[in-house]
Nanobody, 124 residues
Framework: QVQLVESGGGLVQAGDSLRLSCAAS????????MGWFRQAPGKEREFVAA????????SYADSVKGRFTISRDNAKNTVYLQMNSLKPEDTAVYHC?????????????????WGQGTQVTVSS
């Protein structure tokens, strides 16, 4: 089992950058595929980015391709989401998610472990 805690959210202006972090507890983090999802008010939680256990396979939602980068540091039990060129439509609560032996999945149902989320607000 793994517990996830996100950090790094905040209020920024359009065009700015933020880096989110997700710290994981547990000894087998390196076996877990990790994902980032986001949920805006009144909307369903949607996929943002995912990475496999080794970091060699990554996937992105079309809406963030070229602007966001997911990465991980297994020595620090942490996954990151670098967000550049932020837009007001990126405003949401961002959640990280983990699943054992999952290959960069975009499906919410593939992830049994979730963090509480961190708020990202982008003003125009």
């Amino acid at each position: 089992q793994v517990q996830l805690v996100e950090s790094g959210g905040g209020l920024v202006q359009a065009g700015d950058s933020l880096r989110l972090s997700c710290a994981a507890s547990g000894r087998t983090f390196s076996n877990y595929g990790m994902g980032w999802f986001r949920q805006a008010p009144g909307k369903e939680r949607e996929f943002v980015a995912a990475i496999n256990w080794g970091g060699g396979v990554r996937s992105y939602a079309d809406s963030v391709k070229g602007r966001f980068t997911i990465s991980r540091d297994n020595a620090k039990n942490t996954v990151y989401l670098q967000m550049n060129s932020l837009k007001p439509e990126d405003t949401a609560v961002y959640h990280c998610a983990g699943a054992r032996n999952v290959m960069a999945s975009s499906r919410r149902d593939d992830y049994p472990y979730w963090g509480q989320g961190t708020q990202v607000t982008v003003s125009s």
